[in-house]
């Protein structure tokens, strides 16, 4: 349950280390001022951090507002409020000047697993295991409208573009935008990432850009405005976590269970060739300048799923972590297998010759231990889920003899 607070200097110092939580931490949320910063755990805890962080005795303000594990928490633009998310199927408001619990929101009918404001902190939009996106008007706590369009359990939910559309992906590697202000699907993008499971996006603060993040070990950058896929980013050798924009919109940071990446926007394939790396970028994990060539697709479309493309030379940290698809018949197999068809029309006979059997190989066992790293932090979930129920039972098992064993003192005493 430690938080570590990173500078970006560059001598890059050893991180500040935040330790309060018992349990693992599950979500961050810093404020606009940098003055403060949240963080949640699967303990069912959220602390408060104040600056300055360098004091050793300074500890946090701890808030215990739900009785099961917080997934997600956001702070609003003001610093004036917190929104936390848990398992316990409920959202909650605080105050954070105050510390004290404001007003909850019920509908979700499964555990909430993502919740944020707007920009002004009028309305709220979460998403969980339910399968659905509600919209949430903070004054009135009421929800404005459930979103039904998604087939799995909400794994992250936001605003984007001055608060006029909602962003949702899922379990199911789709990524579904919607309008506010008609309250209806605008853009629907299906296996994003080729069926693994999206743990984040983020939308860019000034442009028709997102950002996802997830378990097959890949980052990729959607254009809004055009309806497609933009860039592959590769890097990471595990399942990733997590992706954020800094306010300016000129890097983004992504994490997974070892390493946090911090990297710059991809260029365009023009400016890239003749722009100068400073060293600080280059000093960074490589990032992808590619842009895709196909046509124009309808917005309200699928995507169209290019296939992945290698970081340009020298780039052994990419190079190595996931390889190169090219193509051919080859590349159709694959797509063909990660998207679950049933039966492959190419035949093995017409592959002998292909010296591209061995990564083909290669990648697929990549993609399946990536599969199994997600199955086995689920699993560790639930046995986490299952050791704090029986301590919880367990707890209340000894109330409940405590009290037998009183009143029967009670009946037994002469009067």
Request: net charge negative; with cysteine.
């Amino acid at each position: 349950g430690t938080v570590l607070l990173w500078t970006l200097t560059p001598n890059r110092p050893r991180p500040i280390r935040l330790g309060a939580h018992k349990g693992a931490v599950t979500s961050l949320a810093a404020s606009s001022s940098g003055k403060s910063l949240v963080s949640s755990s699967q303990d069912s805890s959220v602390c408060v951090w104040r600056s300055p962080w360098e004091k050793p005795s300074k500890k946090p303000s701890t808030l215990k507002l739900h009785f099961l594990p917080v997934r997600s928490i956001d702070l609003s633009f003001d610093e004036r409020f917190l929104l936390t998310a848990s398992d316990d199927k409920t959202i909650k408001l605080s105050s954070l000047t105050e510390r004290k619990f404001v007003a909850s929101y019920l509908g979700h009918s499964n555990w909430v697993r993502a919740a944020s404001f707007s920009s002004t902190a009028s309305h709220i939009v979460s998403g969980g295991d339910d399968k659905t996106v509600r919209l949430w008007d903070v004054e009135r706590k009421s929800c404005l409208q459930s979103f039904h369009d998604s087939a799995s359990s909400i794994t992250c939910s936001c605003f984007g573009l001055d608060d006029n559309i909602i962003v949702a992906s899922s379990w199911d590697s789709s990524i579904n935008i919607w309008d506010v202000r008609a309250f209806g699907l605008r853009q629907h993008y299906g296996r994003a990432h080729g069926g693994s499971p999206i743990t984040q996006v983020a939308v860019h603060p000034f442009r028709d850009l997102l950002l996802s993040a997830a378990a097959d070990r890949q980052l990729r950058l959607w254009d809004l405005r055009m309806g497609r896929l933009q860039d592959t980013i590769l890097g990471h050798d595990r399942p990733i976590h997590s992706c954020a924009w800094d306010d300016q919109g000129e890097h983004f940071a992504s994490c997974d269970s070892e390493l946090v990446f911090y990297w710059s926007l991809p260029l365009p394939p023009k400016a890239a060739e003749t722009a100068e790396v400073s060293p600080e970028v280059a000093e960074m994990p490589p990032e992808v300048a590619e842009v895709e060539e196909d046509g124009r697709p309808d917005p309200d479309l699928h995507a169209e799923q290019p296939a992945p493309r290698p970081c340009p030379e020298p780039c052994p940290e990419a190079g190595s972590a996931a390889g190169e698809v090219r193509s051919g018949s080859l590349e159709q197999m694959l797509e063909a297998a990660w998207a679950g068809e049933k039966a492959i029309q190419t035949k093995v006979s017409d592959l002998k010759d292909q010296p591209d059997l061995p990564e083909a190989a290669a990648l697929m066992l990549e993609k399946m231990v990536a599969d199994m790293d997600v199955l086995t932090n689920l699993l560790q979930s639930i046995e986490a889920r299952m050791a704090h129920t029986e301590a919880t039972t367990a707890e209340l098992a000894q109330l409940l003899k405590h009290r037998a064993a009183e009143s029967s003192v009670d009946t037994s005493a002469p009067k």
